[in-house]
């Protein structure tokens, strides 16, 4: 079965950290670029960070320095190290995998971060 599953969501306070992972099943993983994309209420989604295989790292300008994204092949897993959150990075963070050359792509089901005082 084809999925991606997140974890790692949670509350935290301004300035905390958290680590997103996500887990893909059913894929050949070498093969997908993967990002992490959030929404936040009454907002579009919006890219968050991507990995592309063995290239360079993209960031969006609101989290470049405090964001961290990796991939650990033999896990099938791709990461979001988050530090020095704050309240404007509440969302509902989703992982996706993009097939490298075609249009196929994998969405996850999502896990909320709220960063709250």
């Known amino acids: 079965q084809v999925q991606l599953v997140e974890s790692g969501g949670g509350l935290v306070q301004p300035g905390g950290s958290l680590r997103l992972s996500c887990v893909a099943s059913?894929?050949?993983?070498?093969?997908?670029?993967m990002g992490w994309y959030r929404q936040a209420p009454g907002k579009q989604r919006e890219l968050v960070a991507t990995i592309p295989r063995g290239g360079s790292t993209i960031y969006a300008d609101s989290v470049r320095g405090r964001f961290t994204i990796s991939r650990d092949y033999a896990k099938n897993t791709v990461y979001l190290q988050m530090n020095s959150l704050k309240p404007e990075d509440t969302a509902v963070y989703y992982c996706k995998a993009d097939r490298i050359g075609t249009l196929n792509t994998i969405w996850g089901q999502g896990t909320q971060v709220t960063v709250s005082s």
């Open positions: 059913g894929i050949s993983f070498s093969m997908y670029a």
